[in-house]
């Protein structure tokens, strides 16, 4: 694989090192310091930050807006996107905007169900999926073509990213289902948290042997579990989310002051293992309003210092 | 068929509460055989309205029609004769029929007696859902004979997202997961391969999205 973009994560991946994500939630207003003390407290620890865009449907400031804050302060982001909200036209729009401030990282989603958010009653969109939003992004990108097919003026230059959960149903066309993603051009895959290590090593061994592996980069996402609480909740209540019972043992044997620690534990252990998964370029580290303790979990990782790679 | 339920009565009393007369009007068709707008329904909307206007010490007077159709206007022009009789009209058709209600007699206030819900079919004795949004562009021949638009809660053409669990929707444990559907359907049908063909963007003019739609047929026109 060569570069495509001016993508600082791209040129990490294609220079073959393990890279390094996490992800802010915008906050739930205007104070533009929630987001960047978050960025402030990682940046330094990882290669790109993913900002969400209105994660689990509650309203929040804008990924674009928050993506152009971090650039500001020098932070290459990821601008997550999801089809749920704005049809081809608005889509389209705020790639450019987001291609306007060199923003270089694109995550396409189809988004969560309004349902799950604050506004329930709300119409969504879904004009496109994210199989087409991926389609969408490189049509704009490699041909300088808007879906209607008039000429871009300055295309974006984005690296396209797209996630993948090997543990939704039905199992055996996730696999097929990455190699469609691929198929529509996504560059690099950000899953869905791994806590089932077993399942992804199946689901990464299929991958590999129809060679998807050296198609797209695949970045092994984890969260660590702050309580047994979260941990019961993740099983049992986020759809998609494969928590095994041993894992909720294991958080559920400690004390309630040590189960942090043993989260940060199971997360770090996770990525030790997952290191010596054939195709596995790096991890997406979602620690969900816990972003102060992925250095912690980047350096006892083994991941840190980052390459030095503008 | 076009699925519908009843309006909650408060609602409908409503909308009458100030008329003496009215004709309350059922549909023959496809109301009627989901047990809310044929001539039962008619009869028990009918009772139940004069007993709550009875209970405000008030008197209705209500005339029960059933048509054989409301989306016709031949039918509609039965009621020619005496509508004019009446107040107001409640109609327990579509929103097709009251439509067609309404534009016939143009200075007739009618009021619906239903809530349109989509069009679909009955499971079983009593269970009824959703399989077609009326696109206009049918897509069923890729994706074995299941409707994504109208199954999926997010019309996904590539699906399942991520929140397919067990078959079933991540909005609701009772939603069968379309994608699940169409994917055990082509695995029956000996062609999942065809999972991995892209469907491409949709071009949704021919749905809601282009604005009223309108069939224009020569070859049957008077």
């Known amino acids: 694989m060569s570069t495509k973009t001016p993508s600082r994560l791209e040129k990490i991946l294609d220079a073959g090192h393990l890279a390094v994500t996490s992800e802010c939630g915008p906050p739930r207003g205007s104070d533009l310091e929630v987001i960047t003390k978050k960025a402030d407290m990682i940046k330094d620890y990882v290669d790109a930050i993913n900002i969400t865009d209105n994660q689990t449907s509650v309203t929040r400031l804008c990924s674009l807006a928050a993506c152009i804050h971090l650039k500001m302060m020098g932070i290459e982001s990821t601008l997550q996107m999801v089809t749920r909200d704005r049809n081809r036209i608005a889509l389209q729009s705020d790639i450019l905007g987001a291609a306007s401030f060199d923003i270089h990282n694109i995550l396409c989603l189809s988004g969560d169900h309004q349902q799950f958010g604050d506004c329930p009653q709300g119409q969504n969109v879904f004009d496109i999926d994210s199989m087409q939003l991926i389609q969408t992004v490189k049509l704009m990108r490699d041909q300088g073509k808007f879906l209607g097919g008039d000429d871009i003026d300055r295309p974006p230059q984005m690296f396209i990213g797209a996630a993948a959960n090997p543990f939704a149903d039905p199992f055996e066309i996730r696999v097929p289902r990455l190699a469609k993603k691929i198929a529509a051009g996504v560059e690099f895959i950000q899953t869905q948290c791994i806590y089932n290590l077993d399942k992804f090593e199946l689901w990464m061994e299929q991958a590999r042997d129809r060679g998807l592996h050296e198609k797209v980069y695949i970045l092994a996402g984890v969260t660590p579990f702050k309580s047994a609480g979260m941990a019961k909740y993740m099983k049992n209540r986020v759809p998609g989310m494969d928590v095994p019972d041993e894992v909720v043992k294991r958080m559920s044997g400690v004390a309630k002051e040590k189960q942090p620690e043993e989260g940060i534990n199971i997360c770090v252990e996770s990525i030790q293992r997952l290191k010596e998964v054939e195709g596995v370029r790096g991890f997406h580290i979602m620690a969900i309003e816990w972003e102060n303790k992925v250095p912690e979990i980047v350096e006892r990782s083994g991941l840190y210092p980052r390459p030095d790679i503008g | ?222």
């Open chain 2, 1 to 222: 068929m076009i699925v519908a339920e009843r309006k909650p009565i408060d609602e409908i009393i409503g909308f009458v509460k100030d008329y003496n007369k009215i004709l309350l009007v059922g549909c023959n068709e496809c109301v009627t055989v989901c047990y809310a707008g044929g001539k039962k329904e008619v009869a028990i909307l009918a009772s139940a309205l004069k007993m709550a206007f009875k209970k405000e010490g008030k008197e209705l007077e209500v005339k029960e029609v059933t048509l054989e159709r409301q989306c016709d206007h031949e039918y509609l022009e039965e009621l020619r004769g005496f509508i004019d009789q009446y107040d107001a009209v409640i109609s327990l058709a579509c929103g097709v029929g009251v439509q067609f209600m309404a534009e016939q007699y143009f200075s007739m206030p009618v009021f619906p007696g239903l809530n349109t819900s989509f069009m679909g079919g009955a499971e079983e004795s009593g269970v009824w859902s959703e399989r077609c949004q009326g696109c206009g562009q049918c897509i069923l021949g890729q994706t074995a004979g299941i409707c994504p638009i109208s199954r999926c809660a997010k019309r996904l053409l590539n699906g399942p997202c991520g929140g397919s669990t067990k078959g079933k929707c991540e909005i609701n444990k009772d939603l069968d997961c379309a994608w699940q559907l169409i994917i055990d359907r082509l695995k029956e049908l000996g062609r999942l391969d065809d999972y991995e063909k892209i469907i491409p963007i949709k071009d949704w003019s021919t749905e809601r999205a282009g604005g009223p739609r309108k069939v224009i047929r020569e070859d049957v026109r008077l």
